[in-house]
């Protein structure tokens, strides 16, 4: 075969291939988030997820967590085996959830998990000092939680471990899509009472134009892939002129305020615990984002509330889904980073 002959064999090959290999390595996928407001404008980000075949449920949606967790009512039958682990799982809310770890797949969309460790949710309540936290009246047998939800798929990076057990170890169902899908995905255009979108799976054209920032590693998970602390960014707030630099939870869970868990030491004006309106808001991370307004009463926009330091967490910032009204934000598991972008 001549020189010239071979060359366009091996390019037709390319020809052939190329967009087929482009689309392997860009493969994304587009699923509905809903803003629902469950009272008084707490707003909470709902996904329809099928655990073992069961129905499409809807449940909440929160960086600030970690794994499904699911009613038995909504868990279908097809390939699902279950553990001896019983666990407990505890929100900021007050909200406790209770069963058993089960291995399952997971359908988001069209595209579904192999068998995962899932909580088989099989027991609701609110804590004591909490008790408007939305759960049913009878806690064996779970009704709607805050109206709406069959449970919380928890979207955040880190783990979350019992008895070092990797089948016993639960962790967001999106780093287990298959293929390119499981590489991260991106939050966009949340507004108030509206559809927003999860974009599932991480390409050059989806990320374009977003500022990215690099998390500290924290572990490495049983297939060998590693997870960072998602939760760990500090970022430079200033009220008013009273500024000070506090770990930040990007939680599209957390309550209808911007929390700081941080005491008062800066002396920021307050009425009660609220921080008064009127007041100029900045958070900034150089070059990744700066985010301003003025304070007020409006829930999940400009209500921000001052709390003692967490016992358990220390100073932190819980920014609440107030942030994701103003900023579309790239979770790159792949990768071990954030990264950021204004509405349009």
């Not at 797949?105 to 909580?119: D, E, F, Q, R």
């Not at 909490?130 to 047998?141: F, L, S």
Request: net charge positive; hydrophobic share 40%; charged share 10%.
């Amino acid at each position: 075969m001549s020189q010239a002959k071979f060359l366009k064999v091996v390019m037709s090959f390319v020809m052939i291939f190329s967009p087929l290999i482009a689309v392997a390595q860009a493969e994304s996928m587009g699923v509905p988030l809903s803003v629902i407001d469950t009272g008084n404008k707490v707003y909470k980000l709902g996904i329809k997820v099928s655990v073992a075949g069961g129905p499409p449920s809807l449940v909440t949606f929160d960086t600030g967590g970690t794994g499904l967790h699911i009613f038995a009512s909504q868990v279908g039958n097809a390939n699902i085996t279950y553990t001896h682990q019983h666990i407990k799982s505890a929100f900021m809310s007050g909200l406790v959830y209770e069963g058993v770890i089960a291995l399952a797949p997971v359908t988001i969309g069209k595209i579904s998990t192999a068998p995962i460790p899932v909580l088989v949710v099989q027991k609701a309540y609110c804590q004591k000092n909490k008790p408007h936290c939305g759960a049913g009246q009878n806690p064996n047998n779970p009704s709607l939680i805050m109206g709406h939800f069959y449970g919380e798929l928890g979207a955040g990076m880190i783990p979350e471990q019992h008895n070092n057990d990797p089948q016993k170890t639960l962790f967001t169902p999106l780093r287990a899509l298959p293929g390119n899908y499981g590489s991260g995905f991106i939050i966009e255009n949340l507004k108030p009472n509206g559809q927003g979108r999860l974009k599932l799976g991480l390409n050059p054209n989806n990320t374009a134009g977003f500022n990215t920032v690099q998390l500290s590693q924290l572990g490495t998970y049983a297939d060998g892939s590693n997870y960072y602390n998602d939760k760990g960014l500090v970022v430079q707030y200033s009220i008013n002129g009273f500024g000070e630099a506090l770990r930040t939870a990007f939680d599209t869970g957390g309550g209808p305020a911007i929390q700081f868990f941080s005491g008062n030491e800066e002396g920021y004006p307050l009425r009660g615990n609220l921080v008064a309106p009127r007041q100029n808001f900045n958070a900034s991370l150089p070059n990744v984002f700066d985010w301003q307004f003025t304070t007020g009463r409006k829930a999940g926009f400009n209500r921000v509330r001052i709390n003692p330091v967490s016992a358990q967490k220390g100073a932190f910032v819980n920014t609440g889904i107030s942030f994701y009204f103003q900023y579309d934000v790239i979770y790159d598991f792949k990768n071990g980073m954030l990264g950021f972008h204004p509405h349009e």
